[in-house]
């Protein structure tokens, strides 16, 4: 139980940390061109292609113990990927009128993630 606790805080940690450094990278760049979420955007297509790639190529394999899987899926991945943040930012776009943006945030949003996790899957076959 412990172990599983410390995989996920461990985990959970790294991926917070990774989202919030390239969302940040990517909105200090383009905050002043740009009212889209392009650093949630980023963050959330490298989620989904990260998730493809690692199950696909972790799949099946022995060493990569229930323990491991906890750390790096539901820990790293589940606080690198940031829907809850991407919701937000598009309620915000809905609430400042900016009702396109929104949409668009939504349908490359979807579209990018599927597209990236089959091409990460792809990738590690």
Known sequence: MWKAVAALMLGGSFGALSRWGLHYWIDSRLASSSAFPWGILVVNTAGCFLFGWLF???????????????????????????????????LELLRNGQSGLAFLNIGLSVLLGMIAVWAGFALSR
Request: zero cysteines; proline letters at 0%; a negative charge.
């Open 56 to 90: 696909g190529l972790f799949e099946n394999r022995a060493w990569f113990s229930d323990t491991l899987q906890l750390a790096v899926f539901t820990g790293f991945l589940g606080s690198f990927t940031t829907f809850s943040t991407f919701s937000w930012n598009t």
